[in-house]
């Protein structure tokens, strides 16, 4: 890491495409907040190391740009690393001087992963809501609210899957031990066996199945009283040279960590399976490998495995907020605190709001019109008259279809951004992983906005 070079590089001159207009116009956005680049420098360079000596590396700017580039055509790092190579206009962008080397994909990767959600969130509230509330672009006078899912990047979770994830990782890790002296046996093969005969007999009798779930159930188990034992032996080694320490610690710290996921499972799928207990979501573990991932069920639709987020949009075009929740809570207990956080973005309460119908509650309604909101909307009126929502019915019926909005906008954030599914790894890269498109969706509404109309 190293910090902004006092002269820009050299660099190629702009080509006359709109695109290259558009990331001009975010160049502008984001050259016009000079505090973003401290914030992001902070989340990058490690605490007490030293930046300014070492080897040079990307700057602050350079990953947030990186960022927004990946982003904005859903790319891979390795297919970023080519287009920054390859680009002159992304190279442009990034302020890679044009006789400068490409950052590697690994370079890319561990910068970008270092940047926080909540350092993002505070970008889009400076560069984007503080630019577009001076161009009079979004006020934040007229909001519209609703929820969607955003998938983690898991497969359809099945008891048997996760019974079979939980022998192979254990497994996995008690084979490297095994240059320790410490070995036990290996259920892999059976697991793997009875799993896939579990996914493939989908008709099969109840008994049937029942005694090959026993049987999986009991290698799992096996397999992790294995990995408890070796976790012992492990701490009772003696005489370890500095690189077997290092290893015995990674091996130690794996199996202390997939344990007690592997014990959920046993314990979710005996509850499920033996026992035909229904277990509430909020008890299930659907992935091993992404234990935060919580079940959305959105009435007769699809169950999506991910997280729930609520976002805030206004007739910009532009997301004003956006919360990644913890669960699923339903839609009505949301509407006031989001309303309550238009406040902390603006400095006051919208004059209009518009939810969607799974929001309407009368003391919804109640509780935001006394936040000194005119007009409350609820698509759907659920016993309330349009007279206690809104001043006038000309004035409901405009901000109804006002709410349909938002579902393009969230639409432009799953097509275009990548938020349908989440491609990286851990609830904090969930979230950063979110708020990145957000971001990128708005600078690049922002630009159109500021870009002139052509003639």
């Not at 910090?3 to 160049?27: F, G, K, M």
């Not at 036990?184 to 989908?202: G, I, M, Q, W």
């Not at 669960?327 to 004059?351: C, E, F, H, I």
């Not at 909005?405 to 954030?413: D, Q, R, T, V």
Request: proline share 4%; net charge positive; charged share 30%.
């Amino acid at each position: 890491m190293r910090r902004v070079p006092q002269n820009r590089p050299l660099s190629t001159a702009p080509i006359d495409h709109e695109h290259a207009r558009e990331l001009d116009h975010i160049s502008r956005i984001l050259d016009a907040n000079p505090e973003i680049q401290t914030w992001v420098e902070n989340d990058i360079v490690d605490t007490g190391i030293s930046r300014l000596v070492g080897r040079p590396g990307l700057t602050a700017d350079q990953t947030l740009r990186a960022l927004v580039v990946k982003q904005m055509n859903g790319f891979t790092y390795d297919e970023l690393a080519f287009h920054l190579a390859d680009s002159a206009t992304y190279r442009r962008f990034c302020r890679i001087g044009a006789f400068d080397k490409g950052p590697k994909k690994s370079c890319l990767q561990k910068n970008i992963k270092r940047i926080r959600a909540e350092t993002l969130e505070w970008i889009n509230q400076l560069a984007v809501l503080g630019e577009a509330q001076k161009d009079g672009i979004e006020t934040g006078r007229k909001v519209r609210i609703d929820c969607t899912a955003v998938e983690t990047n898991i497969l359809e979770p099945s008891d048997s899957g996760l019974l079979w994830d939980s022998v192979r990782v254990l497994a996995r890790n008690l084979e490297r031990c095994k240059e320790f002296g410490i070995i036990y046996p290996d259920h892999t093969r059976v697991s793997k066996n009875t799993a896939y005969e579990l996914r493939t007999l989908r008709r099969a009798k109840a008994t049937k199945r029942k005694k090959l779930y026993r049987k999986l159930i009991r290698h799992t188990v096996n397999t992790i009283a294995y990995a408890e034992a070796t976790v012992d032996a492990l701490g009772k080694l003696e005489d370890l040279g500095p690189l077997e320490s290092l290893i015995v610690a990674g091996l130690e710290e794996e199996l202390r960590h997939f344990i007690p996921l592997a014990r959920q499972v046993v314990n979710q799928t005996r509850r499920r399976v033996m026992d035909g207990e229904k277990v509430p979501a909020r008890e299930k573990i659907v992935s091993i490998f992404e234990p935060h991932t919580d079940i959305i069920v959105k009435g007769g639709r699809k169950t999506e495995f991910g997280h729930k987020i609520v976002v805030s949009g206004g007739p910009s075009g532009i997301i004003t907020d956006c919360v990644i929740l913890d669960g699923n809570p339903a839609d009505s207990t949301l509407a006031v605190k989001m309303v309550k956080r238009q406040l902390v973005r603006y400095g006051r309460t919208p004059l209009q709001v518009v939810f969607d119908g799974g929001f309407a509650a009368k003391a919804n309604l109640s509780a935001i019109k006394d936040l000194d909101v005119s007009d409350v909307v609820f698509s759907k009126r659920r016993g309330m008259e349009i007279s206690e929502m809104a001043r006038s019915t000309w004035v409901y019926k405009r901000l109804v279809r006002f709410r349909a909005g938002i579902e393009a906008g969230i639409s432009f954030l799953k097509r275009c951004f990548g938020l349908t599914r989440c491609t990286w790894k851990g609830l904090r890269s969930f979230k950063a992983y979110t708020w990145a498109s957000v971001l990128t969706a708005n600078l690049l509404t922002l630009a159109r906005h500021r870009m002139p109309v052509p003639s």
